[in-house]
């Protein structure tokens, strides 16, 4: 009697738990906008979680090499046989207990590198600005694509109609005499063309959604409904300006400067390793009487503590000169690159920004060249009404204006998606997705 109370007990937080783990995984509204999508994906990013971890690890490096320069204590004891001169394995005197202590005082190669780290850390943390611009970045595109083909899905199905009632009207007018075999085969290829695009799509649309629910940490039988929505338009800028923001915002520009002004600090510091090193070093020890250490000599002290000062002069050190010729070329390296970078960021946002003017003149050219079909479909409904044209011309009619539709879709994707690479560029992202 007493087990059916914590029996109870223990399925009453059970479904709890449950209930917690359902609402975290309830599915996403039924119509998920760009902005949501946006949020779900940041906060299920792998990507920006790594990039966390990276950061995280940087910083743990530099506490390792700032450890070096602070106090660090050891101890330990242990048990030894020895046989003629009293020496502990590796040299040393045999103890009961020992305690040392060692603190780098001056080293210019470990400062060196612990500078390099220091930058490295700082530019790792601010590179989380640019991975979570890259998740907003793919998280849109993959969206506004998936939208772009839902919308051609509903077309071209709606083609295929107009496809099949021209092949079965053209296969009534071969039949009659009226048109030449060559006219269905024609029908034919159209509608063929047809299906192959509206197969390609569905594949298409399946993988997108898959992409896009494994972004946004959805279950993979979770709904998805997106509704066609265009990107804020960002205010018209200058080619210049958008160059003198990107150069600025740039991560890879900045990680390539970093890496340039890390190379610089160890090879300041490894030129500084000709100089001596000074290090604060100290040891405490109770010696044992092992071997009868105190017949070998005539004043034996148990405890014994010895403190100082150990100061290394380099003489001749092959390696060091290697080491410097080493870290100058590696510091040269990282110059030219970070020069280079520079030259590719600025040449990508000329090209991007006259990329997008290009696109966006091109969705005008669809725009009008869609207008100018619906127009042509208003006179052929019209003169058929009148019955002086046939229902051929006007389910062609039907399938030009479709086309044109198709056309203007993929015109608005590209222009967006151009968009969004140049204000990633411009890391101006997060102003428009916010």
């Known amino acids: 009697m007493r087990i059916f109370p914590r029996c109870l007990a223990f399925a009453g937080i059970l479904l709890f738990f449950t209930q917690v783990t359902a609402a975290q995984q309830l599915p996403p509204p039924a119509q998920l906008t760009l902005r949501r999508a946006v949020e779900l994906a940041l906060r299920n990013s792998r990507d920006l979680e790594l990039a966390r971890l ?14 070096r320069f602070l106090p660090n204590f050891y101890t330990g004891t242990g048990a030894e046989y020895s046989s003629g001169f009293p020496l502990a394995p590796g040299g040393g005197v045999p103890s009961l207990f020992q305690l040392s202590y060692n603190q780098t005082i001056y080293n210019p190669l470990a400062k060196g590198q612990l500078r ?22 793919r998280t849109a595109n993959a969206y506004l694509e998936l939208t772009n083909v839902r919308h051609s899905l509903d077309l071209l199905r709606k083609e295929r109609d107009h496809a099949q009632k021209i092949t079965e009207l053209t296969r009534d007018r071969v039949t009659a005499g009226y048109e030449l075999p060559r006219e269905q085969t024609i029908s034919e290829l159209s509608a063929a063309r047809i299906e192959q695009r509206i197969a390609h799509d569905e594949g298409r649309e399946d993988a997108l959604e898959s992409q896009l629910r494994d972004m946004l940490g959805l279950l993979p039988d979770q ?13 018209e800028r200058p080619v210049n300006e958008l160059v003198a923001q990107a150069l600025q915002f740039s991560a890879e520009l900045r990680h390539a400067e970093t890496e340039r002004l890390a190379k610089q600090e160890i090879l300041k510091g490894t030129r500084g390793n000709r100089w001596p090193t000074v290090d604060l070093v100290g040891n ?8 009868n250490f105190s017949t070998y000599f005539k004043k034996f002290t148990r405890n014994n503590v010895n403190v100082g000062v150990q100061i290394t002069i ?5 390696q060091t000169n290697a ?17 280079n970078k520079r030259s590719q960021v600025e040449l990508q946002v000329r090209s991007q920004a006259h990329l997008v003017r290009e696109l966006e003149l091109g969705r005008d050219v669809a725009r009008l060249d869609l207008k100018l079909a619906q127009e042509n479909l208003q006179v052929l409904q019209a003169q058929f009404d009148q019955g002086r044209t046939t229902r051929q011309e006007l389910e062609r009619a039907h399938l030009e204006e479709n086309d044109k539709w198709l056309a203007f879709f993929d015109a608005d ?10 204000l990633q560029s411009t890391g101006q992202v997060s102003s428009i997705l916010k």
């Open 116 to 137: 390099a780290d220091e930058l490295r850390a700082k530019e790792q943390s601010a590179s989380l600005d640019a991975v979570r611009d890259a998740v907003m970045v």
């Open 284 to 291: 405490y020890s109770v010696l044992s009487n092992t071997n």
């Open 323 to 339: 080491a410097i010729s080493l870290a100058q070329e590696d510091a040269n390296a990282a110059a030219v690159e970070a020069r």
């Open 413 to 422: 994707l590209l222009r967006q998606q151009a968009s969004l690479a140049l």
């Open 223 to 235: 709904p998805l409904e997106t509704i066609a929505e265009d990107l804020p338009p960002a205010a």
């Open 314 to 318: 380099p003489i001749f050190a092959a």
């Open 54 to 67: 990276h950061a995280s690890l940087v910083s743990q490096t530099v506490s390792v090499d700032r450890s």
